[in-house]
């Protein structure tokens, strides 16, 4: 059993950074995938970035070049670097794993439904 526990977030003002944590357990599988998701009041989940098992990443369009996913695997410590905030990146923000999975991370930027284990979720705000 994964387990995802996300910390850090908060209210931050357009323009400024914000790095939000999720503290991994439990993932023993060779292939998986890593990401961050968010879902804004009455939109769609949307995924943000991934990371797979062989360290590849992909973003979406809305936050290519502003937000990385750094990771530390010593500590199984996944992290999402927001930086350049802006006022539509105000959301829930989910860490999730699907593992095991082989899925091609273009295909899973693209199912934001797919993983199968969830955190909680932590709110960001970005204040105009």
């Known amino acids: 059993q994964v387990q995802l526990m996300e910390s850090g977030g908060g209210s931050v003002q357009a323009g400024g950074d914000l790095k939000v944590s999720c503290a991994v357990r439990?993932?023993?599988?060779?292939?998986?995938?890593l990401g961050w998701f968010r879902q804004a009041p009455g939109k769609q989940r949307e995924a943000v970035a991934l990371?797979?098992?062989?360290?590849?990443?992909i973003y979406s369009e809305s936050v290519k070049g502003r937000f990385t996913i750094p990771r530390d695997k010593a500590e199984n410590i996944l992290y999402l670097q927001m930086n350049s905030r802006k006022p539509e990146d105000t959301a829930m923000y989910y860490c999730?794993?699907?593992?095991?999975?082989?899925?091609?991370?273009?295909?899973?930027?693209?199912?934001?439904?797919?993983?199968?284990?969830w955190g909680q979720g932590t709110q960001v705000t970005v204040s105009s």
């Open positions: 439990g993932l023993i599988y060779s292939y998986y995938y």
């Open positions: 999730a794993a699907d593992a095991p999975s082989t899925m091609a991370l273009i295909q899973a930027l693209n199912r934001p439904d797919e993983p199968n284990f």
């Open positions: 990371i797979a098992s062989d360290d590849d990443t």
